[in-house]
């Protein structure tokens, strides 16, 4: 069965600094995986995907995933942090059993300190 | 234009109502679904449909009916409403949903989400 796991239910960086928010995966066939945000009481929002190709995928406001299967990881990471950057962060992967449903790992709160 | 509109946004409800959650999608897009965010803001799927008909039910319980009177639209309704059901309510729309028993690679398209507090 699939699953994802976040590790470190929230993070925090200071503005500038390097973000990093860790994906594991577990998948019983090729993934598709994906990350979206949550800002404040609002809906969630495609940051990118992976589903075949290039393993380092770039996405929008500066983010960048890499699938590494022998790690059974999709990080996220993003060079500089932005104050407009705090929100929740969710992984997922794509179920194949029942195609079309998204199972997402617990979320990541990133806090970005001035 | 909201690519996937939900109304209401607020609904404050006392236990045992029966409400209802609308959700239109102006993407031409085939599948809907519903997903649940619970207060830890874990996300699940509770239903999705393509093209009007029920493809998954992720065991949710009978008191909650989704209606799909066309593909644009999917909306929930919830009977006698208990302090568990309070949680954020997504709809959310995709392409179509893919190969079955293959992995989607379609992006999937969330609403902003209708906040419902039982009490």
């Known amino acids: 069965a699939q699953s994802v796991t976040q590790l470190g239910s929230h993070v925090s960086v200071s503005e500038g600094a390097l973000v990093l928010l860790r994906c594991n995966y577990s998948?019983?066939?090729?993934?598709?995986l994906f990350w979206y945000v949550q800002y404040p009481n609002q809906g969630l929002q495609l940051l990118l995907k992976?589903?075949?190709?290039?393993?380092l995928v770039k996405g929008i406001n500066g983010f960048e995933a890499e699938f590494k299967k022998s790690e059974t990881s999709f990080h996220l990471t993003k060079p500089s942090a932005h104050m407009s950057d705090a929100a929740e962060y969710f992984c997922?992967?794509?179920?194949?059993?029942?195609?079309?449903?998204?199972?997402f790992g617990q979320g990541t709160t990133l806090q970005v300190k001035p | 234009d909201t690519a996937v509109s939900q109304t209401p946004k607020y609904l404050v409800t006392q236990m045992g109502n029966d409400k209802s959650i609308k959700c239109e999608q102006n993407?031409?897009?085939?599948?809907m679904y519903w997903y649940k965010q619970d207060s830890k803001k874990f996300l699940k799927i509770m239903f999705s449909?393509?093209?009007?008909?029920?493809?998954i039910n992720e065991t949710v319980p009978n008191r909650f009916s989704p209606k799909s009177p066309d593909k644009a639209h999917l909306n929930l309704h919830i009977n006698s409403l208990e302090l568990g059901d309070s949680a954020v309510y997504f709809c959310?729309?995709?392409?179509?949903?893919?190969?079955?028993?293959?992995?989607?690679?379609?992006?999937?398209?969330f609403g902003e989400g209708s906040w419902l507090t039982v009490v």
């Open positions: 959310a729309s995709s392409q179509d949903y893919g190969t079955w028993g293959l992995p989607s690679g379609n992006t999937i398209y």
């Open positions: 998948s019983s066939v090729p993934p598709y």
């Open positions: 992976y589903t075949t190709g290039a393993t």
């Open positions: 997922a992967v794509s179920d194949p059993i029942n195609t079309g449903k998204l199972i």
């Open positions: 993407l031409g897009h085939d599948t």
């Open positions: 449909y393509n093209n009007k008909e029920l493809i």
